[in-house]
C-alpha cells in the first residue's frame, strides 16, 4: 500500500486518515510517498476496517455468525 492508497481508502482526504490512526496530519506528511512499511500498512487497514471503510475476509465474518448464533 501506498501513501496515496492509504490517503484514498479515507476519501482522499490527509486529515481523515490522521484521525482514523489518531495521529496528526504532520505526521502523515512525514509518511514516504512509496509503499509504506508493513506495520503502517497493518494500521491503516485495521483502522479502516474499524470504522467500516473496509469489510474483512470470510473468516472474520463466519466467526462473528458463530459468535451470535450460540
Known amino acids: 500500500m501506498t501513501k496515496s492508497e492509504a490517503i484514498e481508502l479515507f476519501g482522499g482526504k ?23 512499511p508493513q506495520d503502517q500498512c497493518d494500521r491503516v ?16 465474518r463466519d466467526l462473528n455468525e458463530q459468535k451470535e448464533a450460540a
Not at 487497514?45 to 472474520?60: D, E, S, T, W, Y
Open 14 to 36: 490527509v486529515k481523515d486518515l490522521a484521525a482514523g490512526l489518531n495521529v496528526s496530519s504532520s505526521a502523515i506528511s512525514q509518511w514516504p510517498d512509496g509503499d509504506l
Open 45 to 60: 487497514r485495521g483502522a479502516a476496517l474499524r470504522l467500516g471503510l473496509i469489510q474483512g475476509n470470510g473468516r472474520h
